[in-house]
């Protein structure tokens, strides 16, 4: 085990290690397995525990995570400068909900579209707010289906199709639901704190 | 479980035995006749108490809907198994997950993983009656092991191993005790002391002792019994102790 | 980009070991897109819980097939490349899907209770056509409720199935297989038997059709009976029941040949007794219903 926490000298340069997962990528798309094997052991852990808080079944949640770095393996040379971490989640979200379409018989596995650039929105707005003030209280105070569709939709990035695929609802249920959850998460922060600020704090 | 007592034909070969077993792995040691066999059969689901209950993952096994249940999430390693002439080392680990109810979608990877995990893989599709013995010892595991079982029990699984394939094993048993309660009977003391995170000492259907590998080997340090390791000492002391204890009741 | 804070080790922990809140973890799991230092802290945090099993696993899976197949070889195979890491090729898809349903069918089928069951119906073929022999329906018939009985005996249990010790511990093994195997017994035997029975002159005897329902009820009989004792005594005390209900009153019996007391006797036990023999059917599957727990552990009997 003790090996592992070799990575600690690299948390006060948090800018070089990003830059470090450019270059392991770039050294992944010439073919290089042992840099594979690098970029699975700093980002496979909280890959895996991110799906495991979006997916119960432990099995599926082992095939995305292998799925994921499989993709990674085969289309690292796609990889357009986003952050890795970023990149890595886009895949391992599509993944998923291709798992729960091929579980639902639905359709077979397509190839990965390149990740779509998402918007700054309103959600970037809510997500900044997230890193500080009161929106976990606020958030506690919504329903956990109004808050599983935001979770898709805003801090997964995924597209009302996709995210309605995830849940299994249909997509109208998917964009009344993100609506209403807006809705409530303001109401439910003008009620804690009656003028919202961005501040840190 | 509680209070468990298993009767063989007209001998009681368990007797009162309460067991509250976590994750980890667990040897169960003990003399032969001890019961270790009939304790990991009744706890595979195989064979049911005369009396008291055994609650496996939270469910009691005596009602048919859990049981079924819990069928589908343990693993079991008889301590002899036959298996049908033809079956290759793959068709017999895919049909044990077929009578496992896993989903056929996810059974070859899993059946892979398995047979890769006992170190089988070049042999996945050789017959299995031109393995060696120790070879269909790990067949037996793989089929153990290919629901990532959360129980899981193995009876006398290093038989027939040899000393390697033995220190690949208790590796193995390392690995799964991280997750799954895994139950090992064995009369490899060293067995024990390499592998397991608790023992359990049987004797006569009894339990005589229990504790962890160190507290066994403490034991063994104090006493002047046989043995050559102390935790083989601690075990015969163990043994002893218990003996005498019964006698005097 | 430089970011604002970073995650703090009770952070780390709580994520990793799945307790963080939803909200606190939101933001977390934003962060962690965009800052490799936290994110390795979070994986190495998540290999040290019981997860890292499964992220030593996937790991050694993805670097064997990384080693078995090189980057090189990728150009041609987008297509076949989702399978890559998955040996679930249709073929084999194929194999693990039909063979253990075929396995399932059990030993019986693949063993010397078929053999037998050939024999007798090329035997009585080869008696009446060969021989000659006028009576052999009678004999048939005799023998012919044995057959699945003994069949239902050589499929389920200890002693018929090497498998059974592994088997009796899974969902599948128990009544649920008895009767999968059953099914196949009869599914094979009937026909056969009153395909022959019906190529064979009646000479006396009953119907070719006559003893369906009495093997129904035996076979049945036999399993609700195997609740109790296990299948091997239940199916001699059924097998043998049978026969001995039908031959020691034939050779007790005065006048006439052997076979003629025979098929009279067997008369008896078939033509009026239909009624009977399906109603034992309905009374044996209806107590193998309420029985139907004791296969959880049959091998106690």
């Known amino acids: 085990m003790g090996g592992r926490w070799e990575n600690d000298d690299t948390h006060a340069d948090a800018g070089g290690d990003a830059s470090g997962d450019a270059v392991l990528l770039r050294a992944v798309a010439a073919g290089d397995a042992s840099a594979l094997a690098e970029l699975y052991d700093r980002h496979a852990g909280w890959l895996h525990a991110r799906l495991t808080r979006r997916c119960a079944d432990p099995e599926v949640v082992r095939e995305v995570l292998q799925d994921t770095f499989v993709t990674v393996w085969r289309s690292a040379a796609g990889h357009r400068g986003q952050q890795a971490g970023g990149w890595l989640w886009t895949i391992a979200a599509r993944r998923l909900v291709d798992a729960r379409r091929v579980q639902e018989r639905a359709a077979r596995v397509e190839t990965l579209p390149a990740p779509a650039a998402v918007a700054p929105s309103a959600e970037d707005r809510v997500l900044t707010a997230l890193e500080y003030g009161d929106v976990g209280t606020a958030l506690d105070r919504i329903s956990p289906e109004l808050r599983e569709v935001l979770r898709a939709t805003v801090v997964d990035g995924l597209s009302t199709r996709e995210a309605a695929r995830l849940l299994g609802i249909p997509e109208g249920t998917v964009k009344s639901r993100a609506l209403r959850a807006r809705a409530e998460l303001r109401a439910a922060l003008t009620q804690l704190n009656p003028s919202p600020t961005g501040g840190p704090a | 479980m509680t209070g468990l007592r298993v009767r063989h034909r007209r001998t009681v070969a368990l007797d009162s035995v309460d067991l509250a077993l976590g994750t980890g792995v667990h040897g169960l040691l003990g003399p032969n006749g001890a019961g270790k066999t009939?304790?990991?059969?009744?706890?595979?689901?195989?064979?049911?108490?005369?009396?008291?209950?055994?609650?496996?993952?939270?469910?009691?096994?005596?009602?048919?809907?859990?049981?079924?249940?819990?069928?589908?999430?343990?693993?079991?390693?008889?301590?002899?198994?036959?298996?049908?002439?033809?079956?290759?080392?793959?068709?017999?680990?895919?049909?044990?997950?077929?009578?496992?109810?896993?989903?056929?979608?996810?059974?070859?990877?899993?059946?892979?993983?398995?047979?890769?995990?006992?170190?089988?893989?070049?042999?996945?599709?050789?017959?299995?009656?031109?393995?060696?013995?120790?070879?269909?010892?790990?067949?037996?595991?793989?089929?153990?092991?290919?629901?990532?079982?959360?129980?899981?029990?193995?009876?006398?699984?290093?038989?027939?191993?040899?000393?390697?394939q033995r220190v690949e094993f208790r590796e193995l048993l390392r690995e799964l005790g991280a997750s799954a309660t895994v139950v090992v009977s064995t009369h490899l003391v060293e067995d024990v002391a390499a592998a397991c995170t608790e023992v359990t000492l049987l004797d006569s259907g009894r339990v005589a002792y229990r504790g962890t590998p160190d507290t066994l080997t403490a034991l063994g340090e104090t006493s002047d019994g046989p043995g050559d390791h102390p935790i083989e000492r601690g075990y015969t002391a163990a043994l002893r102790a218990h003996r005498a204890t019964e006698v005097l009741r | 980009m430089t970011t604002p804070w970073h995650a703090s080790e009770d952070l780390t922990l709580r994520y990793a070991d799945g307790s963080l809140p939803e909200a606190d973890a939101w933001s977390l799991e934003k962060h962690l897109e965009t800052c490799t230092a936290c994110a390795t802290r979070v994986s190495t945090a998540v290999r040290n819980t019981p997860a890292g099993l499964v992220l030593d696993e996937v790991r050694d899976l993805i670097l064997t097939a990384t080693a078995t197949r090189p980057k090189g070889a990728r150009g041609s195979d987008m297509c076949g490349s989702a399978a890559w890491a998955r040996p679930a090729p249709t073929g084999r898809h194929l194999t693990t899907h039909l063979k253990p349903t075929l396995w399932s069918l059990g030993p019986a089928l693949r063993g010397t209770w078929l053999l037998a069951l050939l024999t007798v119906v090329v035997g009585a073929l080869l008696l009446n056509r060969a021989a000659g022999y006028e009576a052999t329906r009678t004999l048939l018939l005799t023998l012919a409720p044995v057959i699945p009985v003994a069949g239902v005996a050589l499929s389920y249990g200890p002693h018929a199935d090497p498998l059974h010790e592994i088997t009796?511990?899974?969902?599948?093994?128990?009544?649920?297989?008895?009767?999968?195997?059953?099914?196949?017994?009869?599914?094979?035997?009937?026909?056969?038997?009153?395909?022959?029975?019906?190529?064979?002159?009646?000479?006396?005897?009953?119907?070719?059709?006559?003893?369906?329902?009495?093997?129904?009820?035996?076979?049945?009989?036999?399993?609700?009976?195997?609740?109790?004792?296990?299948?091997?005594?239940?199916?001699?005390?059924?097998?043998?029941?049978?026969?001995?209900?039908?031959?020691?009153?034939a050779f007790a019996a005065h006048g006439g040949s052997l076979t003629a007391r025979l098929a009279g006797r067997l008369a008896v036990c078939f033509d009026g007794a239909q009624p009977g023999w399906a109603a034992a059917a309905a009374v044996c599957a209806v107590l193998l219903a309420v029985r139907r727990d004791a296969y959880d552990h049959l091998e106690n009997r």
């Open chain 2, 38 to 164: 009939s304790l990991i059969r009744v706890l595979a689901t195989v064979a049911g108490p005369s009396a008291g209950r055994v609650e496996l993952l939270g469910r009691d096994t005596a009602e048919h809907r859990a049981l079924g249940e819990v069928r589908g999430r343990l693993g079991y390693l008889p301590q002899e198994f036959g298996y049908y002439p033809g079956f290759t080392v793959r068709e017999f680990v895919s049909y044990v997950a077929w009578l496992k109810e896993m989903p056929a979608a996810r059974t070859p990877a899993a059946v892979e993983r398995a047979v890769a995990r006992v170190g089988l893989a070049d042999r996945a599709d050789r017959k299995i009656r031109t393995l060696s013995g120790g070879m269909v010892r790990r067949v037996g595991i793989a089929q153990a092991i290919v629901n990532a079982p959360e129980v899981l029990l193995l009876d006398e699984p290093t038989a027939g191993l040899d000393p390697e």
């Open chain 3, 168 to 249: 009796a511990a899974t969902p599948s093994g128990g009544l649920r297989l008895a009767l999968t195997r059953t099914a196949a017994v009869l599914g094979l035997s009937l026909p056969a038997l009153t395909l022959t029975g019906a190529a064979l002159p009646a000479s006396g005897a009953p119907g070719a059709a006559a003893w369906l329902l009495p093997a129904l009820a035996l076979t049945l009989g036999s399993l609700t009976l195997a609740s109790y004792v296990g299948c091997r005594t239940a199916t001699a005390v059924t097998g043998g029941g049978w026969l001995a209900a039908v031959l020691v009153p």
